[in-house]
């Protein structure tokens, strides 16, 4: 039998209180100095602009490099890229990234909780579970909800598949059929493929003259597929599309769905947390009838990317889409106010997510995180106020939430060639780099689109970008 004395213990990968605070205290100032530079650093810079030393691949190192100079490089290859941290970062659903959530995970990192089951971290499990509880309240659900952070509305919208096939199908899911709209997001499709169906297995139903999904069209179709012997199971729609910001009907889809026995799943990974505002909760009426909904706290409540999140109407539809039982594993809860969340969730390790929400709620407070989504909602009134006027302005629709799409026309060019133009403009448009907004194609239309939901972002960004809006189309006249 071999013997093991003494066996020497590596521990170069433990770091010392002391080395930790050096670490943070070597690092603290790079940070800092980013934080100076970004209300004057470029919004983005072209991937092109990458140096052929950060392009080129490159072997682990065998050894302890430098950490002066690890960090350095590390900050260097922060551009070229979009600086989504930026307050002229109206592109793409912009956060932000608040600072209190990076000291969230700071902490739950080093202290690397396990928060999935309840026995292992009960306080910190509570804390999650409150979060969720705040945001079930906030979309107007009972106290029989629940639901649980995820990375983002991509796999919260591919839970809420996953959900109600578990709910409301047999074992055979060939026959099945799920709806959404030609706005929705892209990874609506991808959802029903990851939960087992094919991609003919979903229709994609025309949206009307303001981005939203027809009603006739899908109880048309709904119909058709009934008398095709078809079974309609699921319908997702949409509080805030990526287009456009458009909010479907939601109170007539509510009732469709309830008439046709279809499970309704609301994605608001965009739009959701506007039910913290007045304006919002107008606007998204009939929300707390879905039978789940996506939420993105990363957009919304400006947080870190990382951090999406996926409500349910009914706790026990998530235990009969995810709960499986294990000998390693100690009990499980049975108490309506505790949770396990490997039995409602697809994860058993996960990051503890819910402490990025916890913490900046905490130490802000929520009325301050419904005056910033105010006033968003006033920049992009403001934007639309400020370009509408021209004559040569588009208006894509009057914004519904914080995103504004428009393009330049001129009557006597064709599409093609307005698609070219806008092109054109879009490109000028950023090219000072001092911000970012971006475009879309909607049915074969080229248009621009800004979408204002950086905290950081604030009137004088918006007002430079109408300026600058309004420059170029006068040029264009000239």
Request: aromatic share 10%.
């Amino acid at each position: 039998m071999t013997q093991y004395n003494d066996i020497p213990a590596p521990d170069s990968l433990e770091l010392s209180p002391e080395q930790l605070t050096s670490r943070i205290d070597e690092l603290l100032p790079l940070l800092q100095q980013y934080f100076r530079d970004l209300p004057e650093a470029p919004a983005w810079e072209s991937p092109t602009s990458v140096s052929a030393e950060f392009a080129t691949p490159r072997q682990a190192p065998e050894l302890p490099q430098n950490s002066t100079e690890v960090f350095d490089e590390l900050f260097a290859r922060l551009s070229p890229s979009y600086t989504t941290s930026s307050p002229g970062y109206m592109a793409y659903v912009p956060g932000g990234g608040l600072p209190d959530s990076a000291i969230a995970d700071l902490f739950s990192n080093l202290t690397n909780r396990f928060v999935t089951v309840w026995h292992a971290a009960p306080a910190l499990i509570r804390l999650e579970i409150d979060c969720i509880n705040w945001f079930n309240k906030m979309v107007g659900y009972s106290s029989q909800a629940s639901g649980y952070f995820t990375t983002g509305g991509s796999m919260a919208n591919w839970s809420s598949v996953l959900t109600a096939r578990r709910n409301l199908l047999d074992a055979d899911i060939s026959q099945a059929r799920l709806y959404t709209s030609d706005q929705a997001h892209h990874s609506v499709m991808k959802a029903a493929i990851m939960a087992g169906f094919h991609e003919s297995q979903v229709t994609v139903i025309e949206s009307n003259i303001h981005q939203q999904i027809s009603i006739e069209c899908l109880t048309e179709q709904i119909r058709s597929d009934r008398e095709a012997g078809l079974t309609p199971f699921y319908l997702c729609a949409h509080a805030g599309t990526t287009n456009t910001g458009a909010v479907d009907p939601l109170n007539e889809l509510a009732l469709l769905a309830k008439a046709e026995g279809l499970w309704l799943h609301i994605d608001a990974a965009y739009g959701g947390f506007f039910m913290m505002t007045d304006r919002g909760q107008r606007q998204l009426s009939g929300i707390n009838e879905a039978d789940s909904i996506t939420l993105d706290p990363h957009k919304g409540l400006f947080l870190p990317y990382g951090t999406g999140c996926l409500l349910v109407k009914d706790r026990k539809t998530l235990e009969k889409a995810h709960r499986i039982d294990a000998d390693y594993l100690p009990p499980m809860q049975e108490h309506n106010d505790r949770i396990d969340f490997c039995q409602t969730t697809p994860e058993l390790s996960r990051d503890f997510r819910g402490l990025r929400v916890w913490l900046p709620i905490q130490l802000h407070g929520w009325s301050t995180f419904q005056d910033y989504l105010n006033e968003k909602l006033d920049l992009i009134n403001f934007a639309y106020d400020r370009i509408k006027e021209h004559p040569n302005i588009e208006i894509v629709g009057k914004p519904s939430l914080s995103t504004l799409a428009f393009r330049y026309i001129k009557h006597e060019l064709t599409e093609d060639s307005l698609n070219e133009l806008n092109q054109k403009l879009h490109e000028e448009l950023v090219s000072s780099r001092r911000f970012l907004v971006s475009h879309t194609m909607l049915k074969g239309t080229y248009v621009i689109r800004i979408c204002i939901l950086c905290f950081r972002t604030h009137q004088p960004q918006v007002s430079f970008c109408a300026d600058e809006i309004l420059r170029i189309a006068q040029h264009l006249e000239d």
